[in-house]
């Protein structure tokens, strides 16, 4: 029997309720990896992040500081394109980026309900 390895109190009911609610908080997110190569300090949260869509290039002049990407956790609930990329954006500003240009976007489908993106996260030259 299992229940020889495992105590008893791992089978109660608030283990068991405080388990499912760590797996609800933490999977309704997208996946967000990100790959830094250079970070600057925090940008505060009211300043703008630019955002160079897949169509538009990015300035020659800005530095490449990471790159970043947003995936789908197969229970995310909120990810329609203005979320995910305002994601993206808050990850931009934890490094101290103040751009990102959107290097590939795959809409919903069959496999998944969500938008995903891959960026580079930039530091434009003032």
């Not at 909120?78 to 980026?97: F, M, Q, T």
Request: glycine share 4%; charged share 30%.
């Amino acid at each position: 029997m299992i229940t020889k390895f495992i105590p008893e109190s791992v089978f109660n009911k608030e283990f068991l309720i405080l388990l499912v609610s760590f797996f609800l908080i933490t999977s309704c997110n997208p996946k967000i990896t990100t790959a830094l190569v250079k970070d600057y300090k925090t940008l505060e949260c009211d300043k703008e992040v630019t955002v160079f869509e897949l169509d538009e290039k990015q300035p020659e002049d800005a530095e490449v500081l990471g790159v970043l990407a947003l995936r789908d956790t197969g229970f995310t609930v909120k990810c329609n394109y203005e979320v995910v990329v305002d994601k993206a954006k808050l990850e931009a500003r934890k490094a101290g980026g103040d751009a990102i240009k959107i290097t590939m976007h795959k809409k919903p489908n069959f496999w998944s309900t969500c938008h995903r993106i891959d960026a580079t996260i930039l530091k434009l030259a003032n």
